[in-house]
């Protein structure tokens, strides 16, 4: 069965300094992979996707992640944090199967000081 | 271009009584799944639809079902409300044809007094 560990409930970043948040999967084949955000009150929008192919993947606001096979892992990266960047990410994992079920982390709150 | 709509944004609901939730799939998208998301966690997979019938569910008790419709179009549906019922109700759409994309709704916030 998939599963998602994210292991920051809260992170705090200063406006200007680069972001990393974690994520770690459990899947016994290639996963797909998705960060998605959700502001107060709100749906959840896709930053970013990974299926195949190159590693290092770019999404919406300059957000990347980078997909480690042998660390399981498919970390956030920002070079350089907006206040408009707090919010709440989502990693989720699905299966290659062509069923599109998601499994998602319990999720890590961005907060971001002046 | 439409994304996935969903209604009501809110409603509040007593305990015992039904609910039914809505949803528009982003055009172009023929599969839809629903998501709970309670206060503080990540959202829960309900259940899925694809050509008007169920293919996968969660784990989630048969007060919990869904509908969809030919225009792709899906309701879920919710019985004999508990207070634990009251979350943010997320539906997803995606395409059997064109890559394993979804999309989320703004949701659906039920509150169950």
């Known amino acids: 069965a998939q599963s998602v560990t994210q292991p920051d409930i809260h992170i705090t970043v200063s406006e200007g300094a680069s972001l990393e948040l974690r994520c770690n999967y459990s899947?016994?084949?290639?996963?797909?992979l998705f960060w998605y955000v959700q502001s107060p009150g709100q749906g959840l929008q896709l930053l970013l996707k990974?299926?195949?192919?190159?590693?290092l993947v770019q999404g919406i606001k300059g957000f990347e992640a980078e997909f480690k096979r042998s660390q399981s892992s498919f970390n956030l990266r920002k070079p350089s944090v907006h206040w408009s960047d707090a919010a709440e990410y989502f990693c989720?994992?699905?299966?290659?199967?062509?069923?599109?079920?998601?499994?998602f982390g319990t999720g890590t709150r961005l907060l971001v000081s002046p | 271009d439409a994304g996935v709509t969903q209604s009501p944004t809110h409603l509040i609901k007593t305990r015992g009584q039904q609910v039914t939730l809505r949803c528009s799939p982003k055009?172009?998208?023929?599969?839809v799944s629903w998501y709970q998301q309670a206060l503080g966690q990540g959202p829960q997979f309900i259940f899925q639809?694809?050509?008007?019938?169920?293919?996968q569910r969660g784990n989630f008790p048969d007060r919990f079902s869904g509908h969809q419709f030919p225009n792709y179009s899906s309701e879920l549906n919710v019985n004999a409300l508990l207070l634990g019922d009251s979350a943010l109700y997320l539906c997803?759409?995606?395409?059997?044809?064109?890559?394993?994309?979804?999309?989320f709704g703004e949701g659906s916030w039920l509150t169950v007094v």
């Open positions: 997803a759409s995606s395409s059997s044809y064109s890559g394993n994309t979804i999309y």
């Open positions: 899947y016994g084949a290639t996963p797909y």
């Open positions: 990974y299926f195949s192919g190159d590693t």
């Open positions: 989720a994992v699905g299966a290659n199967t062509g069923f599109q079920k998601l499994v």
């Open positions: 055009s172009g998208h023929d599969t």
């Open positions: 639809y694809y050509e008007e019938e169920e293919r």
